[in-house]
């Protein structure tokens, strides 16, 4: 009986952890945040991975400054677009709600696209923060030139996320969706 209960509460928390805005998107966060740390080390003790990335994308190799600035500029973008974007959403499915179905704002909530997108939005802002550090002028200039290309697909990746993740919400929020 005891037992039962316990399962069946266990079973209830991962259903509703599952579905929310939690799990999903800190686990895609977390994943990007780690793997940029890790190949920021990687890069710093292998010094022989600067030279697979092409110099065209990243011209200053040895500017650790340029490599900041880049990561600083993606994280601080990063965070804008997801508070512009989810507001703008948010307010979006208030209005849909109003004219359809309270249960609309629900289902975005439990939407995979949607969780998707925070993860990664958050997950490449993680991405640079992690690698950040790593970007140093004193006590040995270094430059993670792969961890900085890295941050610039990533964000081009982001940029191809938001117009799918448009026509997703475009999409979901049209009567013929919704009804």
Not at 80 to 92: D, G, H, K, Y
């Amino acid at each position: 009986m005891l037992n039962e209960r316990l399962f069946l509460s266990f079973h209830h928390v991962m259903y509703s952890l599952r579905g929310g805005f939690l799990v999903r998107p800190l686990i895609i966060a977390l994943t990007l945040g780690s793997a940029g740390a890790l190949l920021s080390a990687l890069e710093e003790a292998v010094p022989a991975l600067n030279t697979w990335a092409p110099k065209v994308l990243f011209p200053s190799h040895a500017d650790p400054q340029v490599a900041q600035v880049i990561l600083a500029a993606i994280a601080a973008s990063m965070m804008t677009v997801v508070s512009i974007v989810f507001a703008i959403l948010l307010m979006t499915l208030t209005l849909a709600s109003m004219q359809f179905s309270p249960r609309i704002i629900v289902s975005f909530a439990r939407d995979r696209v949607t969780q998707g997108t925070l993860g990664i939005f958050l997950g490449t802002f993680s991405y640079c923060v992690a690698a950040l550090p790593a970007a140093r002028s004193v006590p040995q200039p270094f430059a993670p030139v792969l961890t900085v290309l890295g941050a610039m697909l990533l964000a081009l990746a982001c940029v191809a996320w938001l117009l799918f993740f448009i026509h997703h919400i475009s999409q979901a929020i049209s009567v013929n969706h919704i009804v």
